[in-house]
T-cell receptor, first 111, second 117 residues
Framework: AQSVTQLGSHVSVSEGALVLLRCNYS??????LFWYVQYPNQGLQLLLK??????LVKGINGFEAEFKKSETSFHLTKPSAHMSDAAEYFC?????????FGKGTSLLVTP | EAGVAQSPRYKIIEKRQSVAFWCNPI?????LYWYQQILGQGPKLLIQ????????DSQLPKDRFSAERLKGVDSTLKIQPAKLEDSAVYLC???????????????FGPGTRLTVL
């Protein structure tokens, strides 16, 4: 079965600091991996995805993630945090016809 | 392009009552998903439609939950009777994906927050 584990349910960074949100996956087939963001009272929005090809994936709002097969990881990073980045972030893996989501990481950005 | 529409946005009911949620996907999207998101957890797939056929409903509690997608467009999700543990946000998503391999982006609606008292 395909699953993801997000390390850290809450992450706090200062504005301008590096953002690092961790995701490890388990998959019996070549994984398709996704990062979604959810702002309060809104649905999820795709940040980026990895299917095949280049292992460093760039997404919207300055986020990127690197697929590392040897570490079964797909960590999300952003060089400099903005106040507007405060939200819930979900890692997900393709599981058959749909996606299996992690439990989410809440990102807090302090001034 | 209009996004995925859902209604109502909020619903409060007593346990054992019934409730229905409505979803209008993005025009032309063949695949429609219903997810349940319990507080503090990630979304969990309940049912997936491709056009008006069910692709996967293995995690749908069929003794109380039902869903339909008439004419391959709008969809309704019903709970009857509701239990306290059904309190959650119900998210609808749609995708152009017709391959069934979930490789394409899913677009999510704002969700319906259900509270069962």
């Amino acid at each position: 079965a395909q699953s993801v584990t997000q390390l850290g349910s809450h992450v706090s960074v200062s504005e301008g600091a590096l953002v690092l949100l961790r995701c490890n996956y388990s998959s019996s087939v070549p994984p398709y991996l996704f990062w979604y963001v959810q702002y309060p009272n809104q649905g999820l929005q795709l940040l980026l995805k990895y299917t095949t090809g280049a292992t460093l994936v760039k997404g919207i709002n300055g986020f990127e993630a690197e697929f590392k097969k040897s570490e079964t990881s797909f960590h999300l990073t952003k060089p400099s945090a903005h106040m507007s980045d405060a939200a819930e972030y979900f890692c997900a893996v393709r599981a058959g016809y749909a996606l299996n989501f992690g439990k989410g990481t809440s990102l807090l950005v302090t001034p | 392009e209009a996004g995925v529409a859902q209604s109502p946005r909020y619903k409060i009911i007593e346990k054992r009552q019934s409730v229905a949620f409505w979803c209008n996907p993005i025009s032309g999207h063949a695949t429609l998903y219903w997810y349940q998101q319990i507080l503090g957890q990630g979304p969990k797939l309940l049912i997936q439609f491709q056009n008006n056929g069910v692709v996967d409903d293995s995690q749908l509690p069929k003794d109380r939950f039902s869903a339909e997608r008439l004419k391959g467009v709008d969809s309704t999700l019903k709970i009857q009777p509701a239990k306290l543990e059904d309190s959650a946000v119900y998210l609808c998503a749609s995708s152009l994906d017709t391959s069934g391999i979930a490789g394409r982006e899913q677009f999510f609606g704002p969700g319906t927050r259900l509270t069962v008292l």
